[in-house]
């Protein structure tokens, strides 16, 4: 199973990009899929996950209102729509899926599948 990542960039202050993850590989169902990132020198941090139903189950704070995630009309694909990005967004932001439905965990330890990340840069 992989993960991959796509939608990352440079942004201005105050815009938009679209993150997208979509799964290849053998085929399992993943119930809960979400988004950590890692800024420079940070440990990796939970940003938001979603259930296979669609509906969100928690998102962090510090992206509340600007930050909105969603599952795609493909199976096992999600999206992270991030407006009003300001410069501490900047960061590698990963993808990860769950095979079993962990309420929108924002435990590393929870997710088993990961992707390899896509940059994240939002200048001042």
């Known amino acids: 199973v992989q993960l991959v990542e796509s939608g990352g960039g440079l942004v201005q202050t105050g815009g938009s990009l679209r993150l997208s993850c979509v799964t290849s590989g053998r085929t399992f169902i993943m119930y809960t899929m979400g988004w950590f990132r890692q800024a420079p020198g940070k440990e990796r941090e939970f940003v938001a996950a979603?259930?296979?139903?669609?509906?969100?189950?928690r998102i962090v704070d510090s992206v509340k209102g600007r930050f909105t995630i969603s599952r795609g009309n493909a199976e096992n694909t999600v999206h992270l729509q991030m407006n009003s990005l300001k410069p501490e967004d900047t960061a590698v932001y990963y993808c990860?899926?769950?095979?079993?439905?962990?309420?929108?965990?924002?435990?590393?330890?929870?997710?088993?599948?990961w992707g390899q990340g896509t940059q994240v840069t939002v200048s001042s």
């Open positions: 979603v259930e296979r139903s669609g509906v969100t189950t």
């Open positions: 990860a899926s769950a095979l079993t439905s962990v309420g929108g965990s924002s435990r590393e330890s929870d997710y088993q599948f």
